[in-house]
């Protein structure tokens, strides 16, 4: 069963900056002690490091208290391969860095940047065949367009998806997953809501160097924070209680790299703001409601057209 808050490890990849292995695997175990039980990984994750980690953190735990997802498909900012070959490696090399002999939950990732034939006619059926062969339990797609994610549960007819991933979607800044989320769940796949924090634009500390939100985004974020700050509150308490009160999700999965990020967003989603200050924080993000940014394949030019 997953917990409706879960671990997402990229932090432990580096993801966000340099982080303290010791504190990383603190963080695991301070949110298995709490009652985490979901943990969200993938070998993308700092170039790998984020598995090893986790890895480490998971050793001696029993298998049968937490759930695990990895991902296969994405190997590098810029490095795709969706190949079934690719595929079943990936896995065998994601098992022997996690220390397990199965995951939970495997997911192709970012399904954005491959073509839709080729999850659907190669990546899928080579997840298909893992999960028959017990290496996984379900399988899944991630990415960021709700429109991809959504054409790839309608048009998976062979091979039976059981959860979808979306990120940056959940949260005070974007909650587009609302619109969605029936169409997935009413077939009985789950619904996973990661970057409750929108990978930490709405935080004090603001977002890392590489995130793409444009500039716009960013500024608003910025105040909104600013606003709970003088009113005494933490912009990442409220984003936090607002992405996991979204309804019709399994898990919200936010990214923590210490023990006291476990503690306060365990605390952030059984703590309702008080509304006054929702609603400002809300008054200062409407003019930016729903603004993103491209992700996955850019579109081919279309073709010049040929004179009569
Ligand atoms: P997030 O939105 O929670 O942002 C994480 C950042 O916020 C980190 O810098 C973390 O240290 C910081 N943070 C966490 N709790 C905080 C708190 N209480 N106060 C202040 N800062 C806090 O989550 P995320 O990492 O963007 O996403 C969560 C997980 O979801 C990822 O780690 C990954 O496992 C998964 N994910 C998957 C995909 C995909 O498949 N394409 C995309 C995004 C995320």
Redesign the pocket.
Known sequence: MVSSL?F????LGG???RIDEKEGIRAVRTALDLGITFF???PF?GDTRAETVLGRALAGVPRESYVLAT?VG?YGEHAFDFSAARTRRSVEESLGRLGVDHVDLL?C??IEFASMSEVLDETLPALDALRRAGACRAIGV???PLATLSAAVERSVRVRIDAV????HG?LSDSTIDGMASSITDRGIGLIN????????????GP?PWHPAPEALRETCARAADHCLMGGA?L??IA?WFAHARPGVSST??????AA?VR??IA?ISTAPRSELLHGVMEILAPVLGLGWQSGRVAEAPQPMIAP
């Open positions: 879960g997402g490890c990229s932090p993801v966000f900056g969200d990984v993938a994750y991902k994405r997911y990732h970012d991630t990415g960021l991933l979306t990120y940056c949260c990661a970057s409750p924090l929108a990978m930490g634009l709405l935080t004090h500390a890392p933490d990442a308490a936090m999965i936010s990214g923590m790299a210490t990020d306060r967003n952030a």
